[in-house]
């Protein structure tokens, strides 16, 4: 397994170039739930470094980028937490950042 790490500039670019790809009613919903790229404990502490970088919130969801395991495994995900601050492994996404959003999106919209 490879311990790459991504830094702020890093997560920056890659919404930067994710936003030139969502659809209207996902930059509506990301302009919404989009936070200043923030370092949360990832749950469990199997990885290596126990951080994540969390891009988005709403409700008890929210959007953060894994860059800790094999290439297979980067892109951003949806989890759900219990506590500000700390994320789950859970694997909801795993692509691009308009992936995750339009999860969220396909969540909210009835």
């Known amino acids: 397994m490879s311990q790459r790490r991504a830094d702020e500039a ?9 936003w030139k790809n969502m659809s209207l009613a996902q930059r509506r919903l990301w302009e919404t739930i989009s936070i200043t790229p923030e370092k949360w404990t990832y749950k469990p502490h199997s990885n ?12 008890t969801s929210h ?19 219990c506590r500000y601050g ?21 969540k909210i919209v009835i």
Do not use: C, K, R
Request: no cysteine; net charge negative; proline share 3%.
């Open 10 to 18: 890093a997560i920056w670019v890659l919404i930067n170039d994710a």
């Open 86 to 106: 700390e994320t789950i492994a859970q694997m909801n996404g795993g692509g691009g950042l308009e992936t995750a959003v339009q999860i969220l999106l396909e």
């Open 48 to 59: 290596p470094v126990p951080e994540a970088w969390v891009v988005a919130i709403i409700g």
């Open 63 to 81: 959007i953060w980028y894994d860059d800790y395991y094999d290439e297979m495994y980067d892109g951003f995900y949806v989890s759900e937490h």
